[in-house]
């Protein structure tokens, strides 16, 4: 693999990324507007860019991994790196995107520049064990060029043209906020009626209760820290991007409009910067019980290979 490749946005989720391409052997450039994780991914071995343009500019494949869409349009637009590409170059956004957004971007590429979309999934563990799946959307030639870079991080499905790769990824997010949104009733629903949380853990993780979720999150909720790594604010930002896609369907999304109400009443609670399971925290407070459970519970920011 000879291609230079440029990872622009170095979060809770970008660094751990980066890092697993640079661990695969490949020439990576790295930028984030905070010089601690840029360190960080050059005492790695990648190159250090000096702004978003220069890596733009430098790279074969750009991957961005930037929390919501204005700070992509920060990057690409008010950043130069649109303009800063090169012909024969391709930009992968990992980005949890609007669909429309990312074909008016591309639409906006110079000349000779191709674009691929590719959310990810997988948590923050999943970033640091490589073990994310992503959802890729563009042309067959552009994605048999970037899969092979992608599946350094994890899984890659492909799932259509450009932009099919956001809504696979809002649809994912659309089943696990209704879960995380329902699994505190749950233990609410047990705990009332006399059954210890350790048991009815055990049988929901045995049963057809089972779920990511469950097994993922279940974890952070007992631990008390509600996995502030991805926060009820990136968990609004996505709702608010389903609600787009909802408009395509000639149907009411009943569950999903509740746990949108479910998030926003927790925001309205405990703020937007928390981590997401405060939707289960509110159960807690309104029943007067705790979800504490003992545990060797590993925070995802901590799990290692």
């Given at each position: ?20 391409l ?5 020439d ?15 005492s ?8 978003a ?8 494949i ?45 639409g906006?590429?110079p ?26 959307g ?23 043209g ?27 629903l ?33 631990a ?10 990136l ?42 399971l405060?939707v ?7 029943a ?18």
């Amino acid at each position: 693999m000879t291609d230079t490749i440029g990872f622009i946005g170095l979060g809770n989720m970008g660094l751990p990324m980066c890092l697993n391409l640079i661990d695969a052997g490949l020439d990576v450039i790295a930028f984030d507007l905070r010089s601690e994780p840029v360190d960080e991914a050059v005492s790695a071995g990648a190159q250090r860019g000096a702004d978003a343009a220069d890596v733009a500019a430098r790279a074969d494949i750009l991957l961005t991994s930037l929390p919501r869409p204005d700070h992509v349009a920060s990057v690409m637009r008010d950043g130069g790196a649109l303009a800063a590409l090169r012909p024969g170059s391709l930009w992968a956004d990992l980005t949890t995107n609007r669909r429309e957004f990312v074909a008016e971007l591309a639409g906006e590429a110079p000349a000779g520049v191709t674009v691929v979309d590719s959310p990810v999934t997988g948590a923050v563990d999943g970033a640091r064990t490589g073990r994310l799946t992503l959802f890729a959307g563009g042309t067959d030639a552009d994605l048999d060029r970037v899969v092979p870079i992608l599946e350094n991080m994890g899984r890659v499905i492909r799932c259509g043209g450009l932009g099919t790769g956001n809504v696979v990824k809002l649809v994912t997010n659309q089943l696990w906020f209704i879960h995380a949104a329902s699994i505190g009733e749950g233990f609410a629903l047990g705990m009332a009626n006399g059954v210890e949380l350790p048991v009815l853990y055990d049988a929901i993780c045995d049963s057809v209760g089972d779920s990511f979720v469950a097994r993922h999150d279940g974890p952070s909720i007992f631990a008390g820290h509600y996995d502030p790594s991805f926060t009820i604010d990136l968990c609004l930002k996505d709702l608010g991007l389903l609600r787009e896609l909802g408009d395509n369907v000639s149907a009411d999304l009943i569950m999903t409009d509740a746990a949108h109400g479910v998030f926003e009443n927790a925001a309205e609670r405990y703020g937007r910067d928390v981590g997401e399971l405060h939707v289960a925290k509110r159960l807690e407070d309104d029943a007067q019980l705790s979800f504490r459970m003992d545990g060797d519970w590993t925070a995802p920011w901590e799990v290692t290979n």
